[in-house]
């Protein structure tokens, strides 16, 4: 978040009306993740990967990470899941481990969609789906249209069965060139937001029909580098607090809450 500390940044967004935060934290930033959250009111989402390419030790990592994350009891973790060139025997098998940690800690667990994970775009998941069941996503729909490079009209019964077992929304507005508009608020972005929008208000629809417990949404426009920066000076073009904080009203007005 633009460079702040932890705790800064937790003060920032707590004033800015969040209800928590979403860290990426490493194994030695785990407990202060953790006390600054709590001190501030917020609620905390904690993120997990695996590492490196070689398969075993990659597993091992993805397992160990898991099982340190959940002794901190996140309200849930969001996992960035294998990777786009192991086989599918070698995905499906992170993802059991997964399902095995939540089962062992009562921690749940949502994979992230995401380009360069075994989620990287919308037809690639659907034969993860009918494999595992039990499989639950983090919707990050933004990677799938910059892979495409479209939005996806032309395969909407892959985004509407990935809907059905989104839990999380990471809205971040992509386009056919890149996963991150430079500016939501832009109206040249109008469509692309809009696109997004629709699949988000599919996601709180069913939860509103289930009577399912509150829908999270993480605000997740990046830095510079998914913010597009100007050339030489590497100045970002627009400011990721100001998009971020854009993308929370404009979700609280469009669902009235």
Same mark, same amino acid.
């Given at each position: 978040?633009?460079?702040?500390?932890?705790?800064? $940044?937790?003060?920032?967004?707590?004033?800015?009306?969040?209800?928590?935060?979403?860290?990426?934290?490493? %194994?030695?930033?785990?407990?202060?993740?953790? %006390?600054?959250?709590?001190?501030?009111?917020?609620?905390?989402?904690?993120?997990?990967?695996?590492?490196? *390419?070689?398969?075993?030790?990659? !597993? !091992?990592?993805?397992?160990?990470?898991?099982?340190?994350?959940?002794?901190?009891?996140?309200?849930?973790?969001?996992?960035?899941?294998?990777?786009?060139? /192991?086989?599918?025997? &070698?995905?499906?098998?992170?993802? &059991?481990?997964?399902?095995?940690?939540?089962?062992?800690?009562?921690?749940?667990?949502?994979?992230?969609?995401?380009?360069?994970? /075994?989620?990287?775009?919308?037809?690639?998941? %659907?034969?993860?789906?009918? !494999?595992?069941?039990?499989?639950?996503?983090?919707?990050?729909?933004?990677?799938?249209?910059?892979?495409?490079?479209?939005?996806?009209?032309?395969?909407?019964?892959?985004?509407?069965?990935?809907?059905?077992?989104?839990?999380?929304?990471?809205?971040?507005?992509?386009?056919?060139?890149?996963? &991150?508009?430079?500016?939501?608020?832009?109206?040249?972005? !109008?469509? $692309?937001?809009?696109?997004?929008?629709?699949?988000?208000?599919?996601?709180?629809?069913?939860? &509103?029909?289930?009577?399912?417990?509150?829908?999270?949404?993480?605000?997740?426009?990046?830095?510079?580098?998914?913010?597009?920066?100007?050339?030489?000076?590497?100045?970002?073009?627009? *400011?990721?607090?100001?998009?971020?904080? /854009?993308?929370?009203?404009?979700?609280?007005?469009?669902?009235?809450?």
């Amino acid at each position: 978040m633009e460079n702040l500390g932890m705790a800064e $940044a937790a003060k920032r967004v707590k004033a800015a009306g969040y209800d928590g935060m979403e860290i990426s934290a490493g %194994q030695d930033k785990r407990n202060e993740a953790v %006390q600054i959250t709590h001190d501030h009111g917020l609620e905390l989402i904690l993120m997990a990967f695996g590492g490196g *390419s070689n398969f075993s030790e990659h !597993k !091992k990592k993805y397992q160990d990470d898991l099982l340190d994350i959940a002794r901190y009891k996140p309200l849930f973790i969001n996992a960035h899941t294998g990777h786009d060139y /192991f086989t599918f025997e &070698q995905n499906v098998e992170l993802i &059991q481990i997964a399902i095995a940690v939540e089962k062992q800690t009562g921690v749940r667990i949502l994979h992230e969609t995401h380009r360069g994970r /075994f989620s990287y775009s919308a037809p690639a998941i %659907q034969s993860y789906l009918l !494999k595992v069941p039990e499989l639950r996503l983090t919707a990050d729909y933004s990677h799938w249209v910059n892979v495409a490079e479209s939005y996806l009209s032309d395969q909407m019964e892959n985004v509407n069965r990935a809907i059905t077992v989104s839990d999380h929304i990471h809205c971040r507005v992509g386009h056919p060139e890149g996963p &991150q508009v430079n500016d939501p608020r832009a109206p040249e972005w !109008k469509d $692309a937001l809009e696109s997004h929008a629709k699949w988000w208000d599919a996601i709180r629809d069913r939860f &509103q029909k289930a009577n399912a417990p509150t829908l999270t949404v993480t605000c997740e426009f990046g830095p510079a580098g998914y913010l597009p920066t100007i050339p030489f000076t590497q100045q970002p073009v627009a *400011s990721q607090w100001d998009i971020n904080v /854009f993308m929370k009203d404009y979700l609280k007005k469009r669902w009235a809450v």
